[in-house]
């Protein structure tokens, strides 16, 4: 098999931020890899599939409002139906935190990883249609 992979990059809003100082919801990370994987079984199957279930998540880092974010995901293992997926987020960006301003924001030199998690989709056979 060779391997599939998908990557989303995107900015923390001032939205997604849910608990003082800023600190994003840990659920969020969890929405990004249900796109990634999404974008896995298209990639994979031609559709859409479901996600069955997380066999693991990890949240090792916080995540705040105006970081950038890279959630990145790989199909690990195929069954018949079943696809086992592997995700890793990471900050790659955040605020720099210069007095005066506020738009400032640094590279970081080595991303951070944030949250890692595997989980299961499926894609019943009758909706596979092997575009891999």
């Known amino acids: 098999m060779n391997e599939i ?25 969890l929405q990004l890899f249900g796109d990634v994987a999404t974008e896995l079984l298209i ?24 970081d950038f974010i890279e959630a990145t995901g790989r199909i690990v293992a195929m069954g018949k139906t079943s696809r086992k997926m592997a995700f890793e ?6 605020p720099a935190g210069v007095k005066g301003q506020p738009s400032a924001c640094d590279v970081l030199p080595e991303p951070i990883v944030v949250c ?17």
């Open 5 to 29: 992979t998908s990557m989303i990059r995107l900015r923390m809003g001032s939205h997604d931020a849910h608990y003082a100082g800023d600190l994003v919801d840990g659920a969020k990370m």
């Open 43 to 66: 990639r994979s199957d031609g559709d859409e599939g479901l996600f069955v279930a997380y066999d693991s998540v990890e949240f090792l880092a916080p995540v705040r409002a105006g």
């Open 116 to 132: 890692r998690a595997s989980g299961t989709c499926v894609v019943p056979a009758a909706c596979q249609r092997n575009v891999r």
């Open 89 to 94: 987020a990471r900050k790659v960006i955040v």
